[in-house]
């Protein structure tokens, strides 16, 4: 358990990981996530610092305060929640937190070294499902995997650690031509692409494992999922239930990111 090596860590070095989470703006899904994350760093023992800032907040007032955590020797994980008000440059607030501190593994320096197959702080949500994968049993070397969108949070990275497992992988987008014949041949079948239900049986191969990464708000206000779960589970041999399934996997590597950020600090202070 997380909680008990944190516990463990906080005795030795005399202080608890500390996550810092900045969030602009009064979207309510936003706050939900932003709400998730304080209540999985309060049961893991993380102390958790979040700042709410007005969808007014102007790009040099967020640089400064990242800035100013990226400063303070108390904090060792920087959050910037997405998406930020449009008069913001996402791509410039995240490129301003210190590589050290972030957590989301968003930070160009780190998704280079993921690229690159150097040593980085891997992006939550794939991170979680290779996690998933692996707690299942799914075998993932020499399988065909099919991953549905080609985010930079989502469908690249998680291409790219299958590809890294010695799957073989086609990442699929909304261009794609005839989704479904592309679809019905994986055996490990990623969905992230924000479309609710997108993912029919018929495009579903016999024992598929299938990942539902979408999380879609219907017109009464549940939560689904890209993959139409009821008719696909019947052909799946796993598959992922939305909400419940990758969204806590997320949070949890999280705040497995934000633990080993702290120890690198640590260390790297002890070794000083
Ligand atoms: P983006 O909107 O950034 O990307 C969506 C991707 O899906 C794009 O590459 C897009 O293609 C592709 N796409 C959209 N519609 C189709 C379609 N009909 N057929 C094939 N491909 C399609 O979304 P994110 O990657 O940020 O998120 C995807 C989903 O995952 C969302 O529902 C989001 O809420 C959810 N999510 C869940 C998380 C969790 O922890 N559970 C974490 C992060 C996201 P193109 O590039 O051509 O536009």
């Not at 650690?161 to 994986?186: C, F, P, Q, Y």
């Not at 018929?202 to 139409?228: E, K, S």
């Amino acid at each position: 358990m997380l909680s008990s090596s944190v516990a463990q860590y906080a005795a030795q070095y005399g202080r608890t990981p500390h996550l810092a989470v900045i969030i602009a703006g009064d979207d309510e899904g936003s706050k939900s996530y932003v709400r998730a994350k304080a209540r999985a760093s309060a049961e893991t023992g993380i102390r958790n610092t979040t700042i709410e800032l007005p969808a007014t907040v102007s790009q040099q007032e967020l640089c400064d305060l990242v800035q100013s955590l990226n400063a303070d020797d108390d904090v060792d994980g920087i959050l910037v929640q997405l998406p930020l008000p449009e008069h913001i440059d996402s791509c410039a607030v995240i490129s301003s937190v210190a590589l050290e501190k972030d957590v989301d593994g968003f930070h160009p320096l780190n998704v280079a070294a993921l690229w690159q197959k150097r040593p980085c702080t891997p992006p939550c949500t794939p991170r979680g499902i290779i996690r998933l994968l692996d707690a299942a049993g799914v075998e993932i070397e020499g399988k065909r995997a099919v991953v549905v969108g080609r985010s930079n949070i989502v469908g690249m990275p998680m291409s790219k650690m299958l590809l890294d497992r010695n799957a073989t992988v086609t990442t699929a987008h909304s261009r794609t031509k005839d989704l479904g014949a592309i679809t019905s041949e994986a055996e490990i079948l990623v969905v992230a692409a924000g479309s609710p239900h997108l993912i029919k049986a018929d495009m579903v191969r016999d024992g598929a494992v299938v990942i539902d990464v979408g999380v879609n708000r219907t017109p009464d206000g549940h939560l689904c999922g890209d993959v139409d779960f009821d008719a696909v589970a019947a052909k799946a041999s796993v598959i992922t239930p939305v909400p419940g399934g990758v969204g806590p996997m997320t949070i949890c590597s999280l705040m497995e990111n934000t633990v080993e950020c702290y120890l690198k600090r640590m260390n790297n202070v002890a070794g000083k």
